[in-house]
């Protein structure tokens, strides 16, 4: 006969139920990833006792019970992050890529500093950064947010040029750039914008031309207190409210199809049509046919001797000058040499007035002077001196081929980097001078920012802002037992921040920029560890990589100086990423001889996830999520790979890092009802 179970005695059961409720809050009801994401926003905010419910590790905002301020959630994600008008502080930290539901995301009129990241929510539908006091550019990354209709970043401290980053915005509506530093001239990809209805650039530096947005669908225009110059296109003057004030507008009459910027100078739009002045039209129909009258009388008396290009030096010699090219950049005119069979074959030349060398660089310079860099500050010699104690050797942050990066520092709390070159570098001001406008030309959040020059005879040195954690190189192969080692999510985000880097300068820049000096020394982090590649636009001076480079880093194409091409720099990006990887110099005489070379140890054992497991930094201390490393490692593979064809481009590079996170980031997702033992191995990066 069965034997009946006695039932539980009530105080057991009071006290299971105890035991249940205390247990069932442990599991978590909002996404890791979004939690992990805020945790590092309200750290790197300075921990704000206004944001109520907000936690430094940990939390679940979107439990009902567990009330965050301003956090909207849609089940286990976070939608909405709306902040706007408390005070806040500090900086937006560097994970906010990880908020991917996030559609809303508004810290307008707050307090908030430092560059504005790379990194921001992927498919925010509103993006409202306004009244704070950002600095740095407008990342690339938003120019893969296809679902953004609102951008506010209105009144910062952002700088720069805006580069052709808006092609793929097709439901961006609202744009708002007002109050800021912009220069140059509006990007070309505006045009694309076909859903644009108000655009804000009011109070920058902005130049050039507005035909780009002469098609536009734009009910609402501030283009007030810039440096436009030119016509008001005609299509634009129906926008029921255009304001166009102190700005350089064009006088006189209008190209056809057009209508002069005076008659709209100060209007909101309206007006009648002004009629085409057939005066002014005749007036220039004959002026063009005066100046193709003269420039054809002197084709005819210089025809035998302008053709060829060449100029009579004083001693009745021929000279010609052309580019001094570097990457596609003009960095000098220096006089050609030509054989004497060239010069044999010179057509005899019409007696002219010679030029020496100091007149024509007298002219040159002449010409220069309405393209010397804006925004940067002209330091003298002996500023910079005092300011590094004379160059001390306590100061020295680095040591390269082509000169010496001292620390400087101000007696405001001012703190930066000065490059200071070898004075045979240059050979004149001019020379130097082109170099300092093509890097001031490179803006993106992960390259160092050029803030000034020195340009005295035998003193050139520019000037970048400092970055306090020094580099990468340093955090990795000299830090002490006692430093702060770099996290699985911070390593990750460096390789993300430096391609991006390096993406910009092969494929946003143009004509493309090779580094040719991608080494782990010239990543430098900053207060939050963000990557900043620096001696980008110098590839001039790196004739010989393998001298600059150093071991470990040679890509197998550079068996001469000229074999170095821009597939060598993804190369050389992997070489800094498997350090990332495995905590490794690049070559290190220490270890076995089999081991020395980085790449010729680790390349082979990529695939092997057992292998990555002994491979990965022990700094790390196991640390890091199984499948992320093995992604990862399969992106650096085909980096190094020995035939530059089968490397990847660096906005592939990009994609496929990108890829990887959201990939891990899915998985996690569908994973929802994994224990949590599981559910560790395809975590988040």
Same mark, same amino acid.
């Given at each position: 006969m069965a034997r009946r179970r006695r039932p539980l005695p009530p105080p057991l059961l009071v006290w299971l139920a105890v035991l249940f409720s205390a247990v069932a809050p442990a599991v978590a009801k909002t996404d890791k990833s979004d939690v992990a994401a805020l945790n590092v926003m309200f750290n790197s905010m300075n921990k704000p006792s206004q944001l109520s419910g907000w936690k430094s590790s940990g939390g679940d905002p979107c439990d009902d019970d567990d009330e965050w301020k301003g956090i909207e959630c849609s089940g286990s994600s976070v939608t909405e992050i709306n902040l706007s008008g408390l005070e806040l502080s500090g900086s937006l930290g560097y994970q906010l890529s990880s908020l991917k539901s996030v559609t809303k995301f508004d810290l307008s009129n707050n307090n908030l500093n430092g560059d504005l990241p790379y990194q921001l929510p992927p498919n925010v539908v509103e993006l409202n950064l306004y009244g704070n006091s950002l600095t740095g550019g407008v990342p690339y990354s938003i120019s893969q947010m296809g679902d953004l209709e609102t951008l506010n970043l209105g009144k910062n401290h952002l700088s720069g040029q805006l580069t052709d980053m808006f092609s793929e915005l097709p439901k961006l509506s609202t744009l708002d750039l007002s109050f800021n530093r912009f220069s140059g001239s509006l990007p070309k990809s505006f045009q694309h914008l076909k859903d644009l209805k108000t655009l804000n650039v009011e109070s920058n530096q902005f130049s050039g031309h507005i035909d780009v947005l002469a098609k536009l669908p734009l009910e609402d225009l501030n283009l007030q207190n810039n440096k436009f110059t030119g016509w008001i296109p005609s299509k634009l003057k129906d926008i029921s409210n255009l304001q166009i004030g102190g700005n350089q507008w064009s006088s006189g009459s209008a190209p056809p199809g057009m209508e002069k910027g005076s008659a709209l100078e100060g209007s909101s739009g309206g007006g009648g049509r002004s009629g085409v002045n057939g005066i002014a039209i005749a007036a220039v129909v004959i002026a063009v046919l005066v100046a193709a009258l003269i420039l054809l009388s002197v084709l005819k008396r210089n025809r035998s001797s302008s053709s060829s290009h060449y100029l009579m030096d004083e001693s009745g010699h021929n000279r010609s000058f052309a580019p001094l090219v570097d990457d596609g950049r003009t960095i000098n005119m220096k006089p050609l040499e030509h054989s004497s069979s060239i010069s044999s074959t010179t057509p005899s030349a019409m007696p002219?007035? *010679?030029? !020496?060398?100091?007149?024509?660089?007298?002219?040159?310079?002449y010409s220069r002077? !309405?393209?010397?860099?804006?925004?940067?500050?002209?330091? &003298?010699?002996?500023?910079? $001196?005092?300011?590094?104690?004379?160059?001390?050797? !306590?100061?020295?942050?680095? $040591?390269?081929?082509?000169g010496g990066v001292y620390k400087a520092k101000y007696a405001d709390g001012t703190v930066l980097a000065v490059k200071k070159f070898d004075p045979l570098s240059f050979s004149g001001s001019s020379d130097f001078m082109d170099l300092v406008n093509s890097i001031s030309k490179l803006h993106h959040p992960n390259i160092s920012v050029l803030v000034g020059y020195c340009s005295e005879p035998g003193h050139y040195m520019l000037v970048y802002d400092y970055n306090m954690n020094g580099s990468l190189y340093d955090f990795l192969h000299l830090s002490d037992d006692y430093s702060k080692p770099l996290t699985w999510d911070t390593r990750v985000r460096i390789a993300v921040g430096t391609a991006c880097a390096l993406e910009y300068l092969h494929d946003a820049c143009s004509p493309p920029v090779i580094h040719k000096n991608i080494k782990a020394s010239n990543v430098l982090?900053?207060?939050?560890?963000?990557?900043?590649?620096?001696?980008?636009?110098?590839?001039?001076?790196?004739?010989? @990589?393998?001298? &600059?480079?150093? @071991?470990?880093?040679? *890509? *197998?194409?550079?068996?001469?100086?000229?074999?170095?091409?821009?597939?060598?720099?993804?190369?050389?990006?992997?070489?800094?990423?498997? $350090?990332?990887?495995?905590?490794?110099?690049?070559?290190?005489?220490?270890?076995?001889?089999?081991?020395?070379?980085?790449?010729?140890?680790?390349?082979?054992?990529?695939?092997?996830?057992?292998?990555?497991?002994?491979?990965?930094? *022990?700094?790390?201390?196991?640390?890091?999520?199984?499948?992320?490393? !093995?992604?990862?490692?399969?992106?650096?593979?085909?980096?190094?790979?020995?035939?530059?064809?089968?490397?990847?481009?660096m906005s592939e590079v990009v994609q496929l890092l990108l890829q990887c996170v959201q990939r891990t980031t899915s998985n996690r997702r569908l994973g929802g009802h994994r224990t949590v033992s599981q559910r560790s191995d395809d975590s988040d990066w």
């Amino acid at each position: 006969m069965a034997r009946r179970r006695r039932p539980l005695p009530p105080p057991l059961l009071v006290w299971l139920a105890v035991l249940f409720s205390a247990v069932a809050p442990a599991v978590a009801k909002t996404d890791k990833s979004d939690v992990a994401a805020l945790n590092v926003m309200f750290n790197s905010m300075n921990k704000p006792s206004q944001l109520s419910g907000w936690k430094s590790s940990g939390g679940d905002p979107c439990d009902d019970d567990d009330e965050w301020k301003g956090i909207e959630c849609s089940g286990s994600s976070v939608t909405e992050i709306n902040l706007s008008g408390l005070e806040l502080s500090g900086s937006l930290g560097y994970q906010l890529s990880s908020l991917k539901s996030v559609t809303k995301f508004d810290l307008s009129n707050n307090n908030l500093n430092g560059d504005l990241p790379y990194q921001l929510p992927p498919n925010v539908v509103e993006l409202n950064l306004y009244g704070n006091s950002l600095t740095g550019g407008v990342p690339y990354s938003i120019s893969q947010m296809g679902d953004l209709e609102t951008l506010n970043l209105g009144k910062n401290h952002l700088s720069g040029q805006l580069t052709d980053m808006f092609s793929e915005l097709p439901k961006l509506s609202t744009l708002d750039l007002s109050f800021n530093r912009f220069s140059g001239s509006l990007p070309k990809s505006f045009q694309h914008l076909k859903d644009l209805k108000t655009l804000n650039v009011e109070s920058n530096q902005f130049s050039g031309h507005i035909d780009v947005l002469a098609k536009l669908p734009l009910e609402d225009l501030n283009l007030q207190n810039n440096k436009f110059t030119g016509w008001i296109p005609s299509k634009l003057k129906d926008i029921s409210n255009l304001q166009i004030g102190g700005n350089q507008w064009s006088s006189g009459s209008a190209p056809p199809g057009m209508e002069k910027g005076s008659a709209l100078e100060g209007s909101s739009g309206g007006g009648g049509r002004s009629g085409v002045n057939g005066i002014a039209i005749a007036a220039v129909v004959i002026a063009v046919l005066v100046a193709a009258l003269i420039l054809l009388s002197v084709l005819k008396r210089n025809r035998s001797s302008s053709s060829s290009h060449y100029l009579m030096d004083e001693s009745g010699h021929n000279r010609s000058f052309a580019p001094l090219v570097d990457d596609g950049r003009t960095i000098n005119m220096k006089p050609l040499e030509h054989s004497s069979s060239i010069s044999s074959t010179t057509p005899s030349a019409m007696p002219i007035k *010679p030029i !020496s060398d100091n007149e024509f660089e007298n002219k040159l310079n002449y010409s220069r002077r !309405s393209t010397d860099p804006v925004n940067l500050v002209a330091y &003298s010699s002996s500023d910079l $001196q005092a300011a590094t104690g004379s160059f001390h050797s !306590s100061r020295l942050l680095g $040591q390269g081929t082509i000169g010496g990066v001292y620390k400087a520092k101000y007696a405001d709390g001012t703190v930066l980097a000065v490059k200071k070159f070898d004075p045979l570098s240059f050979s004149g001001s001019s020379d130097f001078m082109d170099l300092v406008n093509s890097i001031s030309k490179l803006h993106h959040p992960n390259i160092s920012v050029l803030v000034g020059y020195c340009s005295e005879p035998g003193h050139y040195m520019l000037v970048y802002d400092y970055n306090m954690n020094g580099s990468l190189y340093d955090f990795l192969h000299l830090s002490d037992d006692y430093s702060k080692p770099l996290t699985w999510d911070t390593r990750v985000r460096i390789a993300v921040g430096t391609a991006c880097a390096l993406e910009y300068l092969h494929d946003a820049c143009s004509p493309p920029v090779i580094h040719k000096n991608i080494k782990a020394s010239n990543v430098l982090l900053d207060a939050d560890l963000n990557p900043h590649l620096t001696d980008c636009g110098l590839a001039y001076f790196y004739e010989d @990589p393998s001298q &600059s480079l150093g @071991p470990g880093y040679d *890509p *197998p194409e550079c068996t001469r100086p000229s074999g170095y091409v821009m597939k060598s720099d993804v190369y050389c990006f992997g070489v800094v990423m498997l $350090q990332l990887l495995t905590g490794r110099k690049p070559y290190d005489s220490s270890k076995p001889r089999a081991e020395q070379s980085l790449v010729k140890f680790v390349g082979p054992q990529l695939h092997d996830t057992n292998a990555l497991e002994a491979l990965a930094d *022990p700094g790390l201390r196991g640390l890091y999520p199984p499948k992320a490393l !093995s992604r990862f490692a399969d992106v650096l593979s085909r980096c190094v790979q020995s035939d530059p064809e089968l490397r990847p481009s660096m906005s592939e590079v990009v994609q496929l890092l990108l890829q990887c996170v959201q990939r891990t980031t899915s998985n996690r997702r569908l994973g929802g009802h994994r224990t949590v033992s599981q559910r560790s191995d395809d975590s988040d990066w």
